[in-house]
């Protein structure tokens, strides 16, 4: 049977209390969202903690999907199944529900949620892909009020993010374009597994030419950075099969995939490559059927 | 530490360790061992329950943190003797053989059907994805959701149109 240390529990009621609570409990504490990913880590031992802060009440004051002229912003506590079923983020971006459908299954996807994918950071994980790949910035709330990070400056390394310990990831904001699509593609071993390789893929052109272009890959090394090489590469270009290949063979260079029970470092670099170019090709085409 | 929630209805209050997770709850401390304990780590499903009609794993989620909410277990699915459509579908249709997965199956495909009263066969397929059955291959656990679907909608006539083509190729290899 596996069962976490002992620990004490408390129920945060609101933000403020939460980080009181980190404030006054340090790195013996830990807050925990949907638990699907602390949860198990605990079982195994792999985490321990004295305290354990529930914040499932704040449900109400961080689920929020909020459309404005400028940004998406999406509170930490949105859960999967939200993200997966929000019209209005499915329209803005696509790369979420195609991401979505393949993390984990739907009962796990009741619980999961963006903040807590972001905050265990795992190098697998595929919302973070997504965020890098949109170019979001992540709200970490502290007793002296808000800060916001990259995606870059969050993610520091497996399981390490820019959130102290008594602070917390409050809210997470996606720049909104006009003229782009996103998309992503994975493979995985089996239906709900971690990816043996992601990427994900955001384009928005001027007329015929790419005016920006993003990627963000999973599982295949310490970070899910973005790929800027490939965004320069691609910038002022015309979209085209040609230009994809090229992306390709950039993210296959540039990854640092390992030899593990999901593949071979070989298998994955040429799976970086495909996906990329599935991922690009995909948007575009999304934004020619959208026009 | 002191938690109260709801189960099948009732309200229970009983004295726990924080780090008690929801399944040993239900099964240990409430003597509801109609939820299975499986695999432990959140992929076989046999867990599942209700928590404010939603599907939840039970081994991953602590009892401490379903206090205040509802849970409802497979134990609640027979209201006064009579069995859900679901659990009649199960019988009819030949939804398990050995039925350790069924208390998971059978909370998960009513969440579905209380959302989706008439699911597609791809829909019921997609709500257990997180489930896994090693007797049925599936097929005759979709059939019996469509049973229940097309019992809860009154419209039965008589068992679905057999889909499982493996099943009869199979018994044509054999012979």
Sequence with gaps: MQVPAPFEYERATSVDQAIG???????????????????????????????????????????????????????AMARHRELLESAELGRAFPIFADAEKVIADPVVRNRGTLGGSLCQADPSEDLSAVCTTLNASCVIRGRDGDRVVTME??????YETAVGDAEMLTEVRFPLRPNGASAYEKVERRAGDWAVVSSGAAVWLDGDVIADARVGLAAVGPNTAGLPEISAMLTGQRPSEELYEQAGIIAARSCNPVTDMRGSEEYKRHLAKELTRRALRRSVNRINEGS | MQVTMSVNGAEVSREIEARLLLVHFLRDHLGLTG????????????????????????????????????????????????????????????????????????????ALLDR????????????????????????????????????????????????????????????
């Design chain 1, 153 to 158: 400056e969050f993610h520091r390394g497996p």
């Design chain 2, 116 to 175: 989706n009263p008439d699911p597609t066969d791809h829909e019921i397929r997609e709500a257990i994805s997180g489930q896994i059955c090693r007797c049925t291959g599936y097929a005759t656990i979709v059939r019996s959701v469509q049973w229940a679907a097309a019992e809860q909608a009154g419209i039965r006539t008589s068992l679905p149109e057999q889909d499982d083509s493996r099943a009869s190729s199979a018994v044509g290899g054999a012979s």
């Design chain 1, 21 to 75: 609570l980190l404030d006054r409990l340090g790195d013996t504490a830990r807050l925990v969202a949907g638990g699907h990913s602390l949860l198990p880590m605990m079982k195994l031992r792999l985490a321990n903690f004295e305290y354990l802060i529930d914040i499932n009440d704040l449900s109400d004051v961080l689920g929020y999907i909020t459309v404005e002229p400028t940004q998406i912003r999406i509170g």
């Design chain 2, 35 to 110: 939820t299975h304990w499986g695999c432990d780590t959140s992929n076989c499903g046999t867990c599942v329950v209700l928590v404010d009609d939603e599907p939840v794993k039970s081994c991953t989620m602590l009892a401490a943190m379903a206090g205040g909410h509802d849970v409802r277990t497979v134990e609640g699915l027979e209201q006064d003797g009579v069995l859900d459509p679901l659990q009649r579908g199960f019988m009819e249709c030949h939804g398990l053989q050995c039925g350790f997965c069924t208390p998971g199956m059978l909370m998960t495909t009513r």
